[in-house]
């Protein structure tokens, strides 16, 4: 998988590309990730990347020229990529299964915006799509695009080390994880689930299902519309509404 990310800020996007799972994904040759700096596809003397708002009101927007010679220059060096995709608090939220489409998307560049936005024309022409992470505003685009990379660099085969941690993963059945414990079994008076050291795998899953299945109905009873469940998990629900 190719991704090539457009910013203002290249070692605050190199920085947090740098580590754990991602920065091993990039050095093992698994993920193919190429930072552009905005500036560099300017012309004046003082690479300047924003202007006033046609309309007046507060704030800068940023100029269309760079992006257009940004992507002229990934068309032409990195190849013509599959989705060009606008970080934006504006465009669609990022959920699993949007990281789940975007793996099987191979060349992706990233636009990252500052100030009050990006001229628009870049949006019409370049942006295929526009993604937001969640309903708040970032002063830029860069954390933005490093949660998507994230997210979707982790569902490349063989970027996380163990494939069952990713399919356990929280969202992974549309619900969110059960909780974790490691030793001690006993710590400040706090004790481990006793099925958890009991060895009986079959109640174990068990267990952890119900415990994820508790979890989500409590905090975000919304999610269960498009769970995965079974039966069993069918089952306990329905008591549960009942008592
Ligand atoms: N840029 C600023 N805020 C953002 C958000 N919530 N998601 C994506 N990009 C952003």
Redesign the pocket.
């Known amino acids: 998988m190719k991704v090539d990310i457009i910013t203002i800020f290249p070692r605050m996007v190199e920085a947090g590309l740098a580590e754990g799972v991602v920065g091993r994904a990039r050095t093992s040759g698994l993920i193919d990730i190429a930072v552009h700096n905005l500036r560099d596809f300017t012309t004046d003397k003082h690479h300047v990347v924003d202007d006033v708002p046609f309309g007046g009101g507060p704030g800068m927007v940023m100029k269309p020229e760079p992006f257009f010679a940004a992507l002229a220059h990934i068309r032409e060096h990195r190849g013509v990529p599959d989705a060009v995709v606008m970080?934006?608090?504006a465009?669609t939220p990022l959920t699993q299964a949007g990281a789940r489409r975007l793996v099987g998307v191979s060349h992706i560049v990233l636009l990252c915006?500052r100030y009050e936005g990006i001229d628009e024309r870049v949006r019409e022409a370049l942006a295929t799509e526009e993604?937001?992470?969640?309903?708040?505003?970032?002063s830029?685009?860069e954390i933005?695009a490093l949660a998507v990379v994230d997210a979707v660099a982790r569902l490349v085969p063989g970027v996380v080390g163990d494939e069952q941690s990713v399919d356990g993963d929280s969202f992974t059945r549309g619900l969110l994880d059960y909780p974790h414990y490691t030793r001690p079994a006993e710590y400040e008076g706090r004790q481990v689930p006793g099925v958890l050291l009991s060895g009986h795998h079959g109640e174990i899953r068990r267990w952890r299902r119900q415990a994820a299945l508790e979890r989500t109905v409590e905090r975000r009873p919304e999610l269960l519309a498009d769970a995965a469940l079974d039966a069993d998990e069918h089952e306990w629900l329905s008591k549960r509404s009942k008592s």
Do not use: F
């Not at 993604?131 to 505003?137: E, Q, R």
């Open positions: 970080l934006t608090p465009g915006g993604l937001s992470i969640g309903d708040y505003v970032l830029g685009g933005a």
